[in-house]
């Protein structure tokens, strides 16, 4: 991601009025980058939704084929055009390009162990949405999740997990804290998925202004280990 380095907060912000500005900011090198925004834009939250549906359920069928949504006409060796930027948890069995059977180059991936909203997740994903015009945000939980369950123990017990192993938690725990004492692990799950993507928009003023201009839709999911079955909020 050779843009990444010149972009500067600032100009990253006063970019986002335009395409062209957007591309001032991230340097000269990304002139090229820049006209392919214009087609990133094509391909809209629906389209891309589809098509991550389409691939989960080749997934769940076993019938992997690694689909490329990259324009044909694009050269993945010089540029990126994700259809999605995905925010889902560190665990090693959950892997965007499986779930939703898709190639190198179709997914924007920002991981952390509970799929928490901080401000590097946030700074990665608005660089996802704001640069490179990634249409659809997923937040993507899953069933059986270590970080969560860990949140639901700490505010059961009250004691932390230790180490920074304690800062996970405590991005959880707001997400879980008004549930119900007995709540379940999936209820957690869900909360939490549902918690990082209301994070998001409300710290993101990049998030926010694309989801009203209509160019990005936000989706919370939940991966369900056993199924293989991704389920999307309505
Ligand atoms: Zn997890």
């Known amino acids: 991601m050779p843009d990444f380095e010149g972009l500067s907060r600032r100009g990253f912000l006063a970019g986002m009025a335009g395409v062209a500005g957007v591309a001032l900011a991230a340097g000269a090198s990304s002139s090229a980058q820049a006209a392919e925004d214009k087609d990133g834009d094509k391909v809209t939250p629906e389209q891309s939704l589809k098509w991550l549906m389409q691939g989960n359920r080749r997934w769940v069928k ?45 997914l924007f991936n920002v991981r952390n162990a509970g799929n928490v909203g901080g401000a590097i997740s946030i700074g990665s994903i608005e660089y996802s949405i704001g640069v490179l015009r990634a249409p ?75 989801i009203r201009s209509g160019k990005l839709r936000i989706v919370v999911g939940v991966y369900d280990i056993k199924s293989r079955k991704v389920t999307f909020a309505e």
Request: proline share 6%; with cysteine.
């Open 136 to 210: 659809l945000l997923v937040v993507l939980g899953h069933t059986s999740c270590g970080a969560v369950q860990a949140a639901q123990r700490a505010l059961r017990t009250g004691e932390m997990p230790g180490g920074d192993i304690d800062a996970v938690v405590d991005a959880i725990l707001p997400a879980i804290e008004k549930l119900p004492a007995d709540q379940t692990l999936d209820e957690g799950i869900w909360a939490n998925a549902g918690y990082s993507a209301r994070q998001l928009r409300r710290r993101s003023e990049i998030i926010a202004t694309r």
């Open 62 to 106: 076993h019938d992997i084929k690694r689909v490329d949504h990259t324009p044909p006409y694009r050269d993945i060796t010089k540029g990126q055009w994700p259809i999605a930027s995905i925010l889902s948890c560190a665990d090693s069995r959950v892997n965007p390009e499986n779930i939703f059977d898709v190639a190198q180059g179709n």
